[in-house]
């Protein structure tokens, strides 16, 4: 089973380390990421931020390490981390997520 890891960074060169080390790391095979706007509540006050989403497709078997180390190298006090399962998808792209997030490869 397949699943997708949704990540809300604070820069793009935060997003790019994290991403980096996933992918370097085999616990996602792929990260896409683009600045988005972000409005929340945090601390009793509304905020606005421009903030970063990062998509990370990975095996559900791999969703619990990748929330681990994330927590271990975000900058955020409580960062955005979930995930859902893929119901479906290319087969030939999911076997490649399947090859490059295979544990000791």
């Not at 972000?38 to 990975?58: A, N």
Request: some cysteine; proline content about 2%; overall charge negative.
């Amino acid at each position: 089973m397949f699943s997708v890891v949704y990540i809300i960074s604070r820069d793009m060169e935060e997003a790019g380390r994290i991403a980096d080390v996933l992918v370097a790391e085999r616990l996602v095979a792929c990260v896409n990421f683009g600045i988005i706007s972000s409005v929340y509540r945090w601390e009793g006050r509304i905020q606005r931020d421009t903030e970063v989403s990062m998509l990370c497709k990975t095996t559900t078997e791999r969703v619990l390490d990748v929330i681990k180390r994330v927590k271990e190298i975000h900058s955020y006090e409580l960062p955005c981390i979930t995930s859902w399962k893929l119901e479906d998808g290319y087969g030939p792209y999911l076997e490649w997520v399947k090859a490059e997030t295979e544990k000791g490869r």
